[in-house]
């Protein structure tokens, strides 16, 4: 949340990736024709019509601003202490998505009102993260997290009798904590989207979900990685105890052995 929610250069470029996409646009097309019929029942005779030719509008960039906007807006919304849906106004909208309408019922597109379009749900509540209550803590939290992971992995190793066992141990530690972050970044969207019913809010959140967390699947895949290395590090440690037998002595008795030396 700190790197791609509560920066808004961020958001705003993973937002518009996550609204361009195909399935995106396919079920934003169908929403707009849900309020369009909704306006007009008589407009179901054209559903499929309507949502294809919506669907090249949004295609050809005809709503590029409008992506730009609703970025934007749902940035705002969701850094606010808002426990509300994410509504937004696309009576803008009206006019780019009634021309094609036109040409198939001519007197059905004339009768849809532009109040239809004034308040659409995009997202519903129970899929929006309230971020605006920790936002100012999430810097704070992530760099205190990370400094004492390190402290603790340090001091481990540092204070054990056996520092390859140690190493061993927070090597594992750290491995299994970066296949936990991959594997959530993988597979939390669907399990999400398995409680949300609202089709249009089902899709945005499984492609969001893709989007804003490619960069924890990358942290992952690095911890995952570290951790291997971490624990290999200790058992070459652990082979060399056992072959030259220090793995049975003290710290402080091969420190007096190889003193004996000089």
């Given at each position: 949340?700190?790197?791609?929610?509560?920066?808004?250069?961020?958001?705003?470029?993973?937002a518009?990736?996550?609204?361009?996409?195909?399935?995106?646009?396919?079920?934003?097309?169908?929403?707009?024709?849900?309020?369009?019929?909704?306006?007009?029942?008589?407009?179901?005779?054209?559903?499929?019509?309507?949502?294809?030719?919506?669907?090249?509008?949004?295609?050809?960039?005809?709503?590029?601003?409008?992506?730009?906007?609703?970025?934007?807006?749902?940035?705002?919304?969701?850094?606010?202490?808002?426990?509300?849906?994410?509504?937004?106004?696309?009576?803008?909208?009206?006019?780019?998505?009634?021309?094609?309408?036109?040409?198939?019922?001519?007197?059905?597109?004339?009768?849809?009102?532009v109040?239809?379009?004034?308040?659409?749900?995009?997202?519903?509540?129970?899929?929006?993260?309230?971020?605006?209550?920790?936002?100012?803590?999430?810097?704070?939290?992530?760099?205190?997290?990370?400094?004492?992971?390190?402290?603790?992995?340090?001091?481990?190793?540092?204070?054990?009798?056996?520092?390859?066992?140690?190493?061993?141990?927070?090597?594992?530690?750290?491995?299994?904590a970066?296949?936990?972050?991959?594997?959530?970044s993988?597979?939390?969207?669907?399990?999400?989207?398995?409680?949300?019913?609202?089709?249009?809010?089902?899709?945005?959140?499984?492609?969001?979900?893709?989007?804003?967390?490619?960069?924890?699947?990358?942290?992952?895949l690095?911890?995952?990685?570290?951790?291997?290395?971490?624990?290999?590090?200790?058992?070459?440690?652990?082979?060399?105890?056992?072959?030259?037998?220090?793995?049975?002595?003290?710290?402080?008795?091969?420190?007096?052995?190889?003193?004996?030396?000089?």
């Amino acid at each position: 949340m700190d790197r791609s929610v509560a920066s808004e250069a961020a958001f705003l470029e993973h937002a518009t990736e996550v609204l361009v996409m195909d399935s995106s646009q396919e079920a934003i097309a169908v929403r707009l024709m849900d309020e369009a019929i909704g306006a007009v029942p008589l407009l179901a005779l054209v559903r499929g019509a309507g949502e294809s030719a919506t669907i090249v509008l949004l295609d050809s960039g005809a709503f590029d601003s409008v992506f730009d906007r609703l970025a934007i807006e749902g940035h705002r919304h969701v850094m606010s202490q808002s426990d509300e849906p994410f509504t937004a106004d696309l009576t803008d909208v009206r006019a780019v998505l009634v021309a094609p309408i036109a040409q198939i019922a001519p007197d059905l597109a004339e009768r849809v009102p532009v109040d239809a379009f004034e308040s659409v749900v995009i997202l519903d509540s129970d899929a929006l993260p309230v971020v605006g209550r920790v936002a100012g803590w999430l810097p704070v939290v992530s760099v205190f997290a990370a400094a004492a992971a390190v402290f603790l992995a340090v001091a481990l190793v540092m204070l054990s009798r056996r520092r390859a066992i140690a190493l061993i141990t927070v090597g594992l530690a750290v491995m299994i904590a970066g296949l936990g972050v991959y594997a959530w970044s993988r597979f939390g969207g669907p399990i999400a989207a398995d409680q949300i019913t609202d089709e249009l809010t089902r899709v945005l959140v499984l492609n969001g979900y893709t989007v804003f967390s490619r960069s924890l699947q990358t942290e992952g895949l690095l911890l995952t990685i570290l951790g291997v290395a971490t624990t290999a590090a200790g058992l070459i440690g652990v082979v060399v105890e056992v072959a030259t037998g220090d793995e049975r002595r003290p710290p402080g008795e091969i420190r007096r052995d190889a003193s004996l030396i000089y």
